[in-house]
């Protein structure tokens, strides 16, 4: 069975960071393209970053840049999102959802019927 499951989500107070994992069970990350989302109760979901299926090429939502970094190991059939100086605008269900495709530009990214989804997990950032 092809699955993404995230994890690593939880409660974080402002200014705090997480780090979030994307991890692939049934198929090789290592063709695919990977995006992160994010959802916050009563707004659209956000594409928010990308990464090429070897990680060369990364691309980030004004709303995350410079404050959350995306990686990969394909060796371990993992993709993480790094969260630093998070703030209440930051709190909302991520998504990982993979393409089989080199690189999903972010600007395209909503169009893109994504092979397979996670189920997400809740960020929440609150004193």
């Known amino acids: 069975q092809l699955q993404l499951v995230e994890s690593g989500g939880g409660l974080v107070q402002p200014g705090g960071s997480l780090r979030l994992s994307c991890a692939a069970s049934?198929?090789?990350?290592?063709?695919?393209?990977i995006g992160w989302f994010r959802q916050a109760p009563g707004k659209e979901r956000e594409g928010i970053s990308c990464i090429s299926t070897d990680g060369t090429k990364t691309e980030y939502a004004d709303s995350v840049k410079g404050r959350f970094t995306v990686s990969r190991d394909n060796a371990k059939n993992l993709v993480y999102l790094e969260m630093n100086r998070l703030g209440p605008e930051d709190t909302a269900v991520y998504y990982c959802?993979?393409?089989?495709?080199?690189?999903?530009?972010?600007?395209?990214?909503?169009?893109?019927?994504?092979?397979?989804w996670g189920q997400g997990t809740q960020v929440t950032i609150s004193s």
């Open positions: 049934g198929f090789s990350l290592d063709e695919y393209a």
């Open positions: 959802a993979a393409e089989r495709r080199f690189f999903v530009a972010l600007v395209t990214i909503h169009r893109i019927q994504f092979d397979l």
